[in-house]
């Protein structure tokens, strides 16, 4: 029995991770929403472990990240160790630029229930669990879908944009004709989750071998992961055998009884893969359905969810009407390539942990012992600088003219510890608001700007905010223009390195699209207007 067609503005194929922090995004700027899922309940075997800054940025935006921490093990140092048992690396970042620690772990299940319940407090998202996606047409002027659900009934829906989170093994990819490109690696790995686990190794350690390399995680709640890479000749079957199983967590557990038990075990092959385009016509790709990476960098699902924050607010800045559509189009053109470039990292990584030969892992020993003597590059990396973080050139960015304002726009902006007019100590986009920000250090925006620019931002509904320094006397401001103290000085900080910038914009996602100095914003608010459409 087919049903009336319902109308939604958006439509996302998949309720994983991904789909589910867009759906949240999509909720909080009010896009009536429909997020579907083949599966009746959420996916029980091995996937995520770690979550890092970004993604936890995203989620404080939509008012999830300490009910997410609730559940996490903070700041976890990861060790690196060669096949003779040194140690080359303790990765254990301390910085929190983004206002979070860098390293966190999870059970995804516990992630996603808590992902789901945040839906909940929207009355324009509706969540349809055991229904398939069937087809989809794409008329240039909307998308209508069909979708099964598991009591064989037909739903037809109609909405604006459709978005494919739907996996590896896109449903929605395939519909639109868009392929993987990139390879699948031929090693296969033993993944094993434990509970009860009571191993006295609180952090995460890879043991890196030419043939035989493994990997352990501590997890929350008394859960372990480990991982082993398998032989050529061993069998998947094999592989999960219980007596075999024993014999590789005697490598950690040693020999004999134990308390922990083994919850499942799967073999996994890792690709690295990425779609050649994420977008056709109202149609998007976002997360695993766009780009496939090996965990051994951990950015697996934290790719995804950059995705999902990039895109949201832009779907809603068009649907309000405020932008016009071409914004879109800056999503595949600020994620595809950053995607790219963490699939190709993760690669990396994974021939760090198995050098393909003994010259290789020779070299690679040498250069961390060299690291250890030189400060500065012993911090670039216990510190995971070496992380590629998205710098935006095409897109929603006003690229800076001025050459001592170079590698500000496109890039995230700092988190630091504001206070407020009320007396209230927060991270910084506590106090600005979920939507566009312009942000005047020492300076009242408003006051900057013609009535033409001020009408311009008033329209999109921009947050104005004027920084002043700690425990100065109170600055006044325009009316709506809100006030607050640079708790830590770290404004203050970053305009003694820049002393011609004066006003920064930051987009929803907390990038900065454009930088002023004292008599330039009205000519960046023009500039952001033509940009918007």
């Known amino acids: 029995m087919t049903e009336p067609v319902e109308h939604f503005d958006i439509v996302i194929v998949g309720a994983g991770p991904c789909g589910v922090t867009l759906a949240n995004h999509l909720g909080l700027y009010g896009v009536r929403t429909l997020i579907v899922d083949r599966s009746a309940d959420i996916l029980e075997y091995p996937r995520a472990v770690g979550m890092d800054d970004e993604a936890l940025r995203s989620f404080q935006a939509v008012g999830l990240a300490e009910p997410l921490l609730a559940d996490m093990i903070r700041n976890v140092p990861a060790r690196y160790y060669t096949a003779s048992g040194w140690c080359f690396a303790h990765i254990h970042p301390q910085e929190q630029p983004f206002g979070w620690s860098r390293r966190n772990l999870f059970i995804q299940p516990l992630v996603e229930r808590t992902l789901r319940r945040g839906l909940a407090r929207y009355e324009s998202v509706r969540l349809a669990l055991g229904t398939s996606l069937q087809t989809l047409v794409d008329d240039g002027n909307a998308v209508t879908a069909t979708f099964e659900r598991d009591d064989g009934s037909i739903r037809g829906v109609r909405c604006a944009y459709l978005v494919g989170a739907d996996g590896g093994r896109s449903t929605v990819r395939g519909l639109i004709g868009v392929k993987l490109e990139g390879k699948t690696d031929a090693a296969r790995w033993l993944v094993v989750d434990m509970q009860n686990d009571d191993l006295d190794s609180p952090y995460s350690s890879v043991y890196t071998h030419r043939h035989r390399p493994r990997i352990s995680i501590a997890l929350p709640y008394g859960h372990r992961r480990f991982e082993f890479r398998l032989p050529a000749g061993e069998s998947d079957e094999a592989a999960v055998d219980p007596v075999r199983l024993e014999e590789r967590l005697s490598l950690f557990y040693g020999a004999g009884p134990r308390r922990a038990n083994v919850l499942r075990a799967r073999v996994y092959r890792h690709h690295s893969r990425i779609a050649e385009r994420f977008r056709s016509g109202r149609v998007f790709l976002a997360g695993d359905a766009a780009h496939l990476q090996p965990p051994f960098f951990g950015q697996g699902m934290n790719s995804g969810l950059r995705d999902a924050t990039n895109l949201g607010w832009k779907l809603a800045a068009v649907l309000r009407g405020v932008a016009a559509p071409r914004l879109l189009e800056s999503y595949e053109a600020e994620r595809h390539d950053h995607a790219r470039k963490m699939v190709n990292v993760a690669t990396m990584f994974g021939r760090l942990y198995a050098p393909g030969s003994r010259a290789l892992e020779i070299a690679r020993d040498l250069f961390f012992r060299l690291v250890q003597r030189m400060p500065r590059l012993r911090d670039y990396v216990l510190q995971m600088k070496f992380k590629p973080m998205p710098r935006y050139t095409d897109g929603l960015v006003l690229p800076a003219t001025d050459a001592t304002r170079e590698g500000v726009v496109g890039r995230m902006f700092m988190q630091p510890l504001v206070e407020t007019a009320d007396g209230r100590q927060v991270k910084l986009d506590e106090a600005l ?73 930051l987009r929803p996602d907390r990038y900065v699209v454009a930088i002023a100095g004292d008599d330039d914003l009205d000519s960046v608010s023009a500039q952001l207007q033509s940009l918007l459409g």
């Open 433 to 505: 608001g979920a939507w566009f920000t312009v942000i005047g250090i020492g300076a009242d925006p408003a006051a900057a700007m013609s009535a033409a620019s001020r009408k311009f931002w008033a329209d999109l509904g921009a947050n104005l905010v004027t920084v002043r320094s700690s425990r100065s006397e109170a600055a006044s401001a325009s009316d709506g223009v809100a006030v607050i103290e640079d708790l830590m000085g770290a404004f203050r900080d970053w305009r003694r390195a820049r002393p011609t910038i004066r006003f920064i914009v």
